[in-house]
């Protein structure tokens, strides 16, 4: 697309309201564009529209018009969550009308440079540490996109001596075009929204548009530990600063000595960054991470690495890597009961997120999991529920499949638990499950290993359940 600025008194259509469409609205109706917001749902369940209508700005609910988007339609902004199979998004392919997201907007408008963070697991742990680690420096970050402010808020608010650090998605990458980050970080890739994507060459290839406009003035951090990761070193542009947990870099930040896989014996391990000179720096010592567990000290290798890229001298951030305390329904302690420790994971929306949380953990568990179907086996997760689980409780869409998998490990403390008269009775029914199986000294861990929409709306509300329900045992 264009800077926004050039569609002055043209019909730009925003397909979804929500806070990304709200700010990409404003934003074009300031910059004198005809705007169009539309949202299938109905009028009272967007309250958004007042807001919008009162600016001036023309609001659709309920429905989606046949001549929503017409050839006389300069760009249509799409909710990142809506599929390209939806009926105003085949009108604009139809009418050759360009389609992007939210993210294609806010680097028009940008003056900041911006950090793009993306991956099937982590994204927002990395980029909540990044973000303090930035602000630790003195750099003045503006966290942003799926969490923080929407990032044309963001974007419209940047100064040159901002760093716009923004969590990204496949859905809001693939909806890009000339998107070019000055940092761009890669965690890892695992099979997950491919209900959406169709299959994996589209995931993957969704990811990938992080780097497709980068130069070589520009910075790529790849997880060197991640195959499909590694593998994109040819194709990318801008200059490589790799991370990795298991294996010793000439040129990036590492752990030494590295992890073993499949061992979580104790030895004293520290992050080192080695530089392309042969010098090495000597960070701190991987115990002395503020948050637990192998996955974390990937996280901080990454959220390092950022900050390296941003000409950040490692020892300033020393103090906020110890004191980081980790995010909201990742990994999070939600208090003890009966000597039961529980912790919310609702975040954990794929199997390999779960298997790491169920990694992080040394004592007996007692684990909750199940949610949308999204039609995987879940296979993954045999030897996890086999070697690793005292015992599971499942509900959602998915019970029927995880409790299979349960089955076929051996696992006898199982729970299935079916719907209840509504979905908060049904959580709170699980939790008292998993509290029936448990005894003192046991972890109850709710990482569910599938999205929350069967039944929430939101991993938020399935999380903020969860611990309600735990505290009132």
Same mark, same amino acid.
């Not at 104790?266 to 080695?274: K, M, N, S």
């Not at 980081?324 to 929306?349: C, I, M, P, Q």
């Given at each position: 697309m264009n800077h926004p600025a050039t569609?002055?008194?043209?019909? +730009?259509?925003?397909?979804?309201?929500?806070?990304? !469409?709200?700010?990409?609205?404003? +934003?074009?109706?300031?910059?004198?564009?005809e705007v169009i917001v539309n949202d299938k749902k109905e009028r009272e369940l967007c309250p958004e529209a007042d807001e919008l209508t009162a600016l001036g700005i023309s609001v659709l609910c309920g429905y989606h018009p046949d001549d929503l988007v017409t050839s006389e339609t300069a760009l249509l902004v799409k909710n990142p969550g809506i599929p390209y199979t939806a009926g105003p998004v085949q009108q604009a =392919?139809?009418? !050759?009308?360009?389609?992007?997201? =939210?993210? =294609?907007?806010?680097?028009?408008?940008?003056?900041?440079?911006?950090? !793009?963070?993306?991956?099937?697991?982590?994204?927002?742990?990395? @980029? @909540?540490?990044?973000?303090?680690?930035?602000g630790e420096a003195g750099l003045k970050p503006i966290v942003a996109g799926n969490i923080g402010i929407p990032l044309c808020e963001a974007a419209t608010e940047a100064k040159e001596d901002n760093w716009i650090v923004a969590e990204l998605s496949s859905f809001q990458l693939k909806g890009t075009s000339s998107f070019r980050p000055r940092i761009a970080l890669l965690l890892n890739i695992a099979e997950t929204h491919l209900d959406y994507h169709g299959g994996m060459e589209d995931y993957v290839a969704s990811k990938v548009k992080l780097f497709a406009n980068q130069t070589a003035d520009d910075i790529a951090v790849l997880n060197w530990d991640d195959a499909t990761c590694r593998a994109l070193v040819d194709q990318v542009t801008a200059k490589v600063l790799p991370f990795s947990l298991y294996t010793r870099l000439d040129n990036g930040v590492c752990i030494e000595p590295p992890f073993e896989a499949g061992s979580d014996a104790e030895v004293a391990r520290v992050i080192v960054w080695r530089k392309e000179d042969g010098s090495e720096k000597v960070i701190l010592p991987v115990a002395e991470l503020g948050i637990p567990g192998r996955h974390n000290a990937g996280n901080a290798l990454a959220a390092i690495a950022a900050c390296i890229a941003a000409g950040v001298e490692p020892d300033v951030i020393v103090p906020a890597l110890k004191q980081f305390n980790g995010v909201e329904h990742r990994l999070e302690y939600a208090g003890e009961v009966k000597g039961v420790k529980y912790y919310n994971d609702s975040k954990a929306t794929n199997p390999t997120a779960t298997i790491m949380s169920v990694g992080s953990i040394s004592a007996p568990i007692i684990l909750l999991a199940g949610g949308l179907d999204r039609g995987s086996d879940y296979m993954e997760l045999l030897p996890v529920f086999r070697d690793r689980l005292k015992g599971l409780v499942v509900l959602g869409e998915s019970r029927g499949k995880l409790a299979k998998v349960a089955e076929l490990a051996g696992l006898t403390n199982l729970r299935l638990v079916e719907p209840e008269e509504d979905a908060e009775s049904t959580l709170r029914k699980a939790v008292q499950e998993a509290a029936s199986l448990a005894e003192p000294g046991d972890v109850v861990l709710l990482s569910p290993a599938c999205a929350s929409w069967d039944m929430f709306k939101s991993f938020e509300q399935r999380g903020r359940i969860f611990k309600e329900s735990a505290h009132t045992l």
């Amino acid at each position: 697309m264009n800077h926004p600025a050039t569609y002055r008194d043209r019909r +730009v259509v925003v397909l979804g309201l929500a806070r990304s !469409g709200v700010s990409v609205a404003k +934003v074009f109706h300031a910059l004198g564009a005809e705007v169009i917001v539309n949202d299938k749902k109905e009028r009272e369940l967007c309250p958004e529209a007042d807001e919008l209508t009162a600016l001036g700005i023309s609001v659709l609910c309920g429905y989606h018009p046949d001549d929503l988007v017409t050839s006389e339609t300069a760009l249509l902004v799409k909710n990142p969550g809506i599929p390209y199979t939806a009926g105003p998004v085949q009108q604009a =392919e139809a009418h !050759g009308v360009e389609i992007v997201t =939210e993210v =294609e907007v806010a680097y028009w408008l940008s003056a900041a440079p911006i950090i !793009g963070i993306t991956g099937s697991n982590g994204k927002t742990t990395t @980029t @909540t540490w990044i973000g303090q680690l930035l602000g630790e420096a003195g750099l003045k970050p503006i966290v942003a996109g799926n969490i923080g402010i929407p990032l044309c808020e963001a974007a419209t608010e940047a100064k040159e001596d901002n760093w716009i650090v923004a969590e990204l998605s496949s859905f809001q990458l693939k909806g890009t075009s000339s998107f070019r980050p000055r940092i761009a970080l890669l965690l890892n890739i695992a099979e997950t929204h491919l209900d959406y994507h169709g299959g994996m060459e589209d995931y993957v290839a969704s990811k990938v548009k992080l780097f497709a406009n980068q130069t070589a003035d520009d910075i790529a951090v790849l997880n060197w530990d991640d195959a499909t990761c590694r593998a994109l070193v040819d194709q990318v542009t801008a200059k490589v600063l790799p991370f990795s947990l298991y294996t010793r870099l000439d040129n990036g930040v590492c752990i030494e000595p590295p992890f073993e896989a499949g061992s979580d014996a104790e030895v004293a391990r520290v992050i080192v960054w080695r530089k392309e000179d042969g010098s090495e720096k000597v960070i701190l010592p991987v115990a002395e991470l503020g948050i637990p567990g192998r996955h974390n000290a990937g996280n901080a290798l990454a959220a390092i690495a950022a900050c390296i890229a941003a000409g950040v001298e490692p020892d300033v951030i020393v103090p906020a890597l110890k004191q980081f305390n980790g995010v909201e329904h990742r990994l999070e302690y939600a208090g003890e009961v009966k000597g039961v420790k529980y912790y919310n994971d609702s975040k954990a929306t794929n199997p390999t997120a779960t298997i790491m949380s169920v990694g992080s953990i040394s004592a007996p568990i007692i684990l909750l999991a199940g949610g949308l179907d999204r039609g995987s086996d879940y296979m993954e997760l045999l030897p996890v529920f086999r070697d690793r689980l005292k015992g599971l409780v499942v509900l959602g869409e998915s019970r029927g499949k995880l409790a299979k998998v349960a089955e076929l490990a051996g696992l006898t403390n199982l729970r299935l638990v079916e719907p209840e008269e509504d979905a908060e009775s049904t959580l709170r029914k699980a939790v008292q499950e998993a509290a029936s199986l448990a005894e003192p000294g046991d972890v109850v861990l709710l990482s569910p290993a599938c999205a929350s929409w069967d039944m929430f709306k939101s991993f938020e509300q399935r999380g903020r359940i969860f611990k309600e329900s735990a505290h009132t045992l």
